[in-house]
């Protein structure tokens, strides 16, 4: 177990991104020194400007994948959170299979090299996605995923979630064969200010943000989630790190089952946008039930979320609205549009031929 947090040697991969910031501070606020490695591709150094200009936070540019890298970063730590992967929203995880399958050798040698440098606890940022799909196909079914759902027949969602499965198991493992000291958090859904428009609802927030009339969502709407707030998210990843020591995984996400439709009319109040809603059913999906028990996270970590779903909204927004200008926020969707594009929707848009 992790007794206490001032002067302690910490690594957070991946921790100029988006909830990876918001972690590195919390460990700073709590006296931990903090060596951030990020290769910047989706991370961003403003999103540590402040924490940089202490003695606390170091941050390097660097490939994890490059085994030397990784030996530096593992060296010398006393914790290290996993947070760094190839990763995006909805569409790029439906659409992109080689990107995510990277994550496999990523994580691999990661938690190889941590073993090696003597890393007492590993904690790694999995995700709601190593969850069987068959399970989540009724949206009209009262269903909260328990941990304990995860099990043969293994289901998960696309590569992504394999390649976070695969880690998991690989944890428990090292646990259990060497003694290394882990847990895995798996995340639901997680929203708030510094997320991309390749999420869901900063997507929407965005299309508010621009006016969009109608405000476009993808699927029918009826799918639906738990959007967890980054704050309760990094709060129970540091008490994971605090409280469990043999790999296994928790969940960390709200019970608030939420339509993606509800969710949409929700940020048109929020944002005072009296327009109308158009479903694309044709756009990437994903499962239409996908919903946290957090049972075992209260038992174990004395974990809850605190942000409901309006209040955490509310903030994100005005996050938004204050930090995007109308080009950044049309750039973000554009690249994403494009981001999503099969090869066969390519090579149309290439040729310059119309759907109509």
């Not at 200009?53 to 730590?77: P, Q, S, T």
């Not at 914790?79 to 439906?94: E, I, M, N, Q, T």
């Not at 882990?182 to 999420?199: I, L, M, Q, S």
């Not at 998210?233 to 790190?241: E, H, L, P, S």
């Amino acid at each position: 177990m992790v007794d206490g947090w001032h002067g302690r040697a910490v690594l957070v991969t991946g921790g100029a991104s988006f909830i990876g910031s918001h972690l590195v501070a919390a460990l700073a606020r709590r006296g931990a020194r903090v060596l951030v490695v990020d290769d910047l591709r989706s991370g961003r150094r403003e999103h540590l400007a402040e924490l940089l200009a202490g003695e606390r936070v170091e941050l390097r540019v660097g490939d994890l994948c490059d085994v030397e890298v990784a030996r530096a970063a593992v060296r010398g730590r006393d914790v290290v959170f996993h947070l760094a992967a190839d990763h995006g929203g909805r569409g790029y995880v439906d659409r992109h299979q080689a990107g995510p399958a990277q994550n496999l050798y990523l994580d691999g040698l990661l938690f190889r090299e941590a073993l090696r440098a003597g890393v007492a606890k590993v904690v790694y940022a999995s995700s709601g996605c190593v969850y069987p799909s068959h399970l989540q196909t009724d949206p009209d079914e009262v269903l909260y995923l328990t941990e304990d759902r995860v099990g043969p027949p293994y289901d998960a969602d696309n590569m992504y979630g394999w390649a976070k499965l695969m880690a998991e198991m690989t944890l428990r493992a090292y646990h259990a064969e060497h003694g290394l000291g882990a847990a895995a958090c798996r995340y639901f859904t997680v929203y708030g200010p510094r997320a991309k428009e390749d999420h869901g609802l900063i997507a929407m927030i965005a299309r508010a943000f621009l006016g969009q009339d109608p405000l476009e969502i993808w699927g029918t709407g009826e799918q639906v989630r738990n959007w967890t707030y980054v704050d309760d998210i990094v709060d129970g990843t540091i008490r994971a790190a605090e409280r469990i020591d043999d790999g296994r995984a928790v969940n960390l996400g709200t019970t608030e089952r939420t339509r993606v439709i509800d969710a949409a009319r929700l940020i048109l109040e929020l944002c005072g946008r009296p327009v109308r809603i158009a479903a694309r059913p044709e756009m990437p999906t994903g499962p239409l039930n996908r919903v946290a028990s957090n049972e075992l996270a209260r038992e174990l970590l004395g974990w809850r979320p605190r942000v409901a779903l309006r209040a955490g909204l509310r903030r994100t927004i005005d996050w938004y609205f204050a930090n995007r200008t109308p080009g950044e926020a049309r750039h973000a969707l554009e690249q994403e549009a494009r981001g999503v594009a099969t090869p066969a929707m390519r090579r149309v848009a290439r040729a310059g031929v119309g759907d109509g």
